[in-house]
């Protein structure tokens, strides 16, 4: 686990706002220190230089999280199709 940044605040809209220390790709899952999935990061927001994750938060307690430290799983995140035709 690589730490990416820390969580700022919870958004009007349901985001989750992190500041990010390094660039983290869209669709990236960030977890807590013990490895839970916390957010899914969304978008980037804000200048090159210090970035913002918008992020859909992943728990329903995500208040406790606020003013942690975040960090990026390691393994890319897989993309599976919704529905899967069968074949006949």
């Known amino acids: 686990m690589q730490e990416v940044g820390e969580i700022m605040h919870l958004a009007s809209s349901g985001r989750v706002i992190?500041?990010?220390?390094?660039p983290l790709d869209e669709g990236?899952?960030?977890c807590d220190n013990t490895g839970r999935k916390v957010a899914k990061v969304t978008e980037m927001i804000g200048p090159?230089?210090?970035p913002y994750a918008?992020?859909?938060?992943?728990?329903?307690?995500?208040?406790?999280?606020i003013d942690q430290k975040v960090y990026?799983?390691?393994e890319p995140v897989i993309k599976r199709d919704k529905f899967r035709k069968r074949k006949r």
């Open 18 to 22: 992190i500041r990010l220390k390094v």
């Open 28 to 30: 990236r899952i960030v």
């Open 48 to 50: 090159v230089s210090k």
């Open 54 to 65: 918008s992020a859909i938060s992943l728990t329903n307690n995500i208040k406790k999280y």
């Open 72 to 74: 990026s799983l390691d």
